[in-house]
């Protein structure tokens, strides 16, 4: 989901203003029942609370429904200068947000061709400064959606932004669709950051083990419990537990049964569950083990 790029208004504008609402159609945007809480807490590794969904919570409501079932804090991640700034201003302002700041790669050309790629990006490494942005993401490559066209920008804007998260010594948060070989490639030829996170891991078992061997982390999201997506469970399978995150890439991928309708981190259990269930492992122990991998990459959320 992307939108053109245009100048942050200047002026002491209040980041806090800025929403965007997502397009609703005909399905169903009343949100799931609330799951059952977990009993040892947990992070919701990457969502967009900045999109209003289902019937539009604050950002107040989504963190306090998440809290009320073991969900004790969301990296929130952006994507253009408006939304980065959004969710730096969202971590400042909540003890239970982490943000990550960047140019979505499907972002990237439309700055490009405005002649904007530079500045949107020397933005993105003001904000990386601030002590509750603890990652550069959501950055890399997306072939789905870009053409050929396209495509330096992105690989421009991706070098850059793994650069920024080298020099301000922070996570990346990597989006990688139908890009997997070119990612794995770029990653290897200039070095990875030390804390490189696969959000929404899109691959097979093969690339899996690849990401784990290099000290990849993995993060798995709600569309791993939809029936055609075989291969994230059989990548799953094979990454060792303390590469594992946890994901809602909100109000996107809403988990199964709730396929289709507004997701928020309060669904974050139904999503752990599962891959618990998956790995035929305890729910409480897996549940430790993810949320210790989350504030190995991230910190705590803690000042």
């Not at 053109?4 to 200047?10: L, T």
């Not at 791993?224 to 946890?246: M, S």
């Amino acid at each position: 989901m992307t939108h053109p790029p245009v100048p942050y208004p200047d002026g002491g504008a209040d980041p806090s203003a800025y929403v965007r609402t997502r397009e609703k159609g005909t399905r169903d945007v009343t949100y799931p029942a609330a799951p059952e809480p977990l009993a040892v807490p947990v992070y919701d590794n990457h969502a967009h609370l900045e999109i209003e969904d289902g019937v539009g919570l604050s950002l107040d409501e989504q963190l306090d429904r998440a809290l009320a079932v073991g969900v004790a804090g969301v990296v929130q991640a952006g994507g253009d200068i408006d939304s980065s700034r959004w969710s730096a201003w969202a971590a400042t302002a909540h003890p239970r947000v982490l943000a990550a700041v960047a140019i979505h790669p499907n972002e990237a050309p439309l700055y490009a061709a405005a002649g904007r790629l530079d500045e949107a990006i020397a933005v993105i490494d003001e904000l990386a400064a601030q002590p509750r942005v603890r990652a550069i993401g959501e950055t890399g490559l997306d072939f789905f959606r870009t053409d050929d066209d396209g495509r330096p920008a992105q690989f421009e804007s991706f070098e850059a932004h793994i650069a920024l998260a080298k020099t301000h010594g922070i996570a990346i948060q990597i989006h990688d669709r139908d890009a997997h070989d070119a990612v794995l490639e770029t990653l290897a030829r200039v070095g990875a950051p030390e804390r490189t996170v696969f959000h929404c891991f899109s691959g097979d078992a093969e690339m899996a083990k690849i990401a784990a061997d290099r000290g990849y982390w993995l993060s798995f999201a709600g569309n791993v419990t939809f029936k055609n997506a075989q291969n994230l469970r059989d990548a799953l399978a094979v990454t060792p537990p303390e590469r594992i995150l946890v994901e809602t890439d909100a109000p996107f991928l809403t988990p199964v049964p709730h396929r289709g309708r507004p997701n928020a981190p309060y669904l974050i259990p139904v999503t752990l569950r599962f891959l618990a269930a998956e790995l035929g492992v305890d729910v409480d122990e897996f549940a430790a083990r993810v949320a210790a991998n989350t504030l190995e990459v991230y910190g705590t959320f803690e000042d």
